[in-house]
């Protein structure tokens, strides 16, 4: 779904033996540094390293109508996408049971706990009766509602976390991704206890808390993320100012690509006790006693990282935001606070206004963008497609995606949150770094498995941009 294991986990990729000589990582370098990440010295973990490689690093790529209209298509042509206001005032009972059954099927092997126990087979009856199916009804109207506070979306109504085999303790398998605050959603469903909803945001559905979602009309709810002025959020992670006026909005996090609208509050009264000229004044979603949406002010600090619109897509901004996560641990289905590998990438191109699919697998294949899809005994349209990567490109192979950030010695060199990672050692064997985080690497020494390479695996290439 998102970042595989495969080979120990997530994320490697090198040339097959067949390409040409340009591509073959042929040659060890005169001596492997200290951290055993073959290709990187402290100059590659600068982005203006590879900000300062570029002929035009501010040229824009695509501009802001053609962004729209790409958005507007991935809307309409992607099967994973959900279009909120295309729903229609009633949602069938098959609709709902479709959506929740597409994701939260019993699952068909040994599970096990964060402590290596087996997961009790009258645990996995609990889990699916919780999704209360019985209790759908025929039809339903069709409820809208904001996210409040950074939320995990589950495979089932559960904080239950389960792993594939003992001793495996970051990849839970019932974690699929997170929602942020201000995104919409459409409200399908209620746990048996009540404490869960199955909801449809854009890019994903699935179960949620309960209270981090507040329901609103369809003005309210829609209408959010069109009104005006707004920031948009270029930090990797920025925070309102702490308030005990409302504890809802204090030390709140904010994700890359968020985008906000200012509060039409006045600018010389204090907001939740605090004179408001060294912060911008937010208007966000707040969850009422009885589950309803408000909307409160709230301060963050003109200090932190953010923008009045998206930022231009070009190429010295695709380096520098992807460098803003560098070192940030990798976190399956967006856990830990972090993000995984198609994550971090959907965070670096929204704080753009580029919308992709959430999945790796979805991203690849995504019918409105532009990839180059590879199968077995494309050894030579892969070369080719290697050597004419440019800044920004996505690189897939099973399960991972990484960004190209440029080239060294006319070797391209990516950036991915990866929680694996093997190269050769000076020995020649096949070693796992563990990388476990945000990372910059070359491309063609990482090894997907102990004979294959990260290249030898590529599925695919999308470029998000037009020239």
């Not at 409160?296 to 935001?321: F, G, M, S, V």
Request: charged share 25%.
């Amino acid at each position: 779904m998102r970042c595989s294991l495969l080979f120990g986990a997530a994320c490697a990729v090198l040339l097959s033996a067949g390409l040409p000589a340009p591509l073959q990582a042929r040659e060890l370098p005169a001596a492997t540094p200290a951290h055993g990440v073959v290709g990187i010295e402290d100059r590659h973990l600068d982005p203006e390293f590879w900000v300062r490689q570029l002929a035009e690093p501010d040229a824009v790529l695509l501009d802001r109508a053609a962004i729209h209209a790409r958005n507007v298509d991935l809307l309409r042509r992607d099967p994973t996408m959900h279009d909120l206001r295309a729903l229609p005032a009633t949602l069938s009972g098959t609709q709902v049971r479709e959506w929740i059954t597409g994701l939260s099927q019993r699952p068909d092997r040994a599970l096990f706990d964060v402590d290596g126990r087996a997961i009790p087979e009258a645990t996995i009856e609990g889990v699916m009766a919780s999704l209360a199916l019985d209790a759908i009804p025929e039809s339903q109207p069709t409820r809208l509602g904001l996210v409040v506070h950074r939320a995990d979306l589950r495979t089932f109504p559960t904080s239950l976390r389960v792993f594939s085999r003992q001793g495996e303790t970051d990849i839970d398998r019932f974690q699929e991704s997170a929602l942020f605050p201000g995104d919409p959603v459409a409200i399908a469903h209620r746990s048996a206890n009540g404490e869960w909803l199955f909801v449809v945001s854009p890019r994903y559905a699935a179960w949620i808390e309960a209270r981090h979602v507040a329901e609103g009309s369809v003005e309210q709810v829609l209408g959010y993320g069109e009104r005006t002025p707004y920031r948009v959020v270029t930090g990797g992670e920025v925070q309102t100012v702490f308030t005990r006026e409302q504890l809802a909005h204090s030390e709140l996090s904010l994700d890359m690509g968020l985008r906000l609208p200012l509060a039409d509050a006045p600018l010389d009264q204090p907001v939740n006790g605090q004179h408001p000229y060294t912060s911008w004044i937010l208007d966000l979603p707040l969850r009422n006693a009885d589950g309803s949406l408000s909307f409160a002010p709230a301060l963050l600090p003109k200090r932190e990282d953010t923008a009045a619109d998206y930022l231009p897509l070009t190429e010295a901004n695709l380096i520098r935001q992807a460098f803003k996560f560098l070192g940030e641990r990798y976190g399956w289905g967006h856990a830990y606070n972090g993000r995984d590998c198609s994550g971090f990438v959907s965070e670096v191109y929204r704080s753009m206004g580029i919308d992709v699919p959430r999945n790796t697998r979805d991203q690849s294949k995504s019918p409105a963008l532009q990839h180059t899809l590879f199968g077995d005994g494309d050894a030579d349209k892969r070369a080719a497609a290697v050597k004419a990567l440019q800044v920004g490109d996505l690189v897939y192979i099973p399960g991972h995606v990484m960004m190209v950030i440029g080239h060294v010695d006319g070797k391209p060199y990516v950036i991915h949150d990866t929680n694996g990672g093997s190269m050769h050692g000076r020995d020649g064997k096949v070693r796992s770094l563990k990388l476990n985080a945000v990372s910059v690497t070359p491309l063609l020494p990482l090894m997907f498995n102990d004979s294959d390479r990260y290249v030898d695996r590529i599925t695919s290439i999308v470029r998000l941009r037009s020239r």
